[in-house]
Antibody
Framework: QVQLQQSGPGLVKPSQTLSLTCAIS??????????WNWIRQSPSRGLEWLGR?????????DYAVSVKSRMTINPDTSKNQFSLQVKFLTPEDTAVYYC????????????WGQGTLVTVSS | DIQMTQSPSSLSASVGDRVTITCRAS??????LAWFQQKPGKAPKSLIY???NLQSGVPSKFSGSGSGTDFTLTISSLQPEDFATYYC?????????FGQGTKVEIK
C-alpha cells in the first residue's frame, strides 16, 4: 500500500520561500516506473498541476510553465521523499498543496498525500 | 494549455439515479483522461484512468468512456457516499490540466 505523508508550514510571508516535503512509503522515489508530482488547489484557480520528477537511469524534471521560474522539485533518495520549493511567494500562491504519484502516462495520478493548506500572508 | 470543460457544473440527484458527467478537451488528448472524486477536506481520489479503466478498488458502478476531445463519467446507481465533486484531468500534454469540477448534490 503506497502512502504519501506531507509536511511543511501552513503560513508563509509574502516574498519568502515555501518548502514542502512528501515522504513515501510502499514505493521508492527512484522507482523506474513511478513519477512524483506536486499539485495545488485554490478556489480561484481550481486544481493546478505544478510539476513532476522521475528516475529513468537519470533524474527528469517537468514543470508547468506558469511556475517554472519559481519552483524546484527535489528528490531525496536517502530519506525516500521529495520536496517542493516555491520562491517569491505572493498571496496568489495561497492554496492546498498535494503530492501525488503517477505510474507513467497510462495510469495518471493514483495515490495522493493528505494535502497542506498554505496561506501566504504577512 | 489544454482547457478541460465539464458539464454540468453542478447537479442534484436522488439515491438510485443514473448520473452522467461530460468533459470536453479544447484539443485531442487521445485516451489520456482520468476522473477523480473529491469530498470536502480530502484529497482527490482516482476513479478512472485512460478514459475507461477502473482504478483498483473502485466499484463497477463507475464507468468512463470517450476518446479524443469528448468524455463521459457515469455513475449507474447513485449512493449516499457518491455525493461529492468530480474532476476530469488530461495527461496527454504538459501542463496536465483539470476540469473545473462537477458537484453532485442530494435532491
Amino acid at each position: 500500500q503506497v502512502q504519501l505523508q506531507q509536511s511543511g508550514p501552513g503560513l508563509v510571508k509574502p516574498s519568502q520561500t515555501l518548502s514542502l516535503t512528501c515522504a513515501i512509503s510502499g514505493d521508492s522515489v527512484s522507482s523506474n516506473s513511478a513519477a512524483w508530482n506536486w499539485i495545488r488547489q485554490s478556489p480561484s484557480r481550481g486544481l493546478e498541476w505544478l510539476g513532476r520528477t522521475y528516475y529513468r537511469s537519470k533524474w527528469y524534471f517537468d514543470y508547468a510553465v506558469s511556475v517554472k521560474s519559481r519552483m524546484t522539485i527535489n528528490p531525496d533518495t536517502s530519506k525516500n521523499q521529495f520536496s517542493l520549493q516555491v520562491k517569491f511567494l505572493t498571496p496568489e500562491d495561497t492554496a492546498v498543496y498535494y503530492c501525488a504519484r503517477d505510474l507513467g502516462v497510462i495510469y495518471s495520478l493514483d495515490y495522493w498525500g493528505q494535502g497542506t493548506l498554505v496561506t501566504v500572508s504577512s | 494549455d489544454i482547457q478541460m470543460t465539464q458539464s454540468p457544473s453542478s447537479l442534484s440527484a436522488s439515491v438510485g439515479d443514473r448520473v452522467t458527467i461530460t468533459c470536453r478537451a479544447s484539443q485531442g488528448v487521445s485516451n489520456y483522461l482520468a476522473w477523480f472524486q473529491q469530498k470536502p477536506g480530502k484529497a482527490p481520489k482516482s476513479l478512472i484512468y485512460a478514459a475507461s479503466n477502473l482504478q483498483s478498488g473502485v466499484p463497477s458502478k463507475f464507468s468512463g468512456s470517450g476518446s479524443g476531445t469528448d468524455f463521459t463519467l457515469t455513475i449507474s446507481s447513485l449512493q449516499p457516499e457518491d455525493f461529492a465533486t468530480y474532476y476530469c484531468q488530461q495527461y496527454s500534454i504538459y501542463p496536465w490540466t483539470f476540469g473545473q469540477g462537477t458537484k453532485v448534490e442530494i435532491k
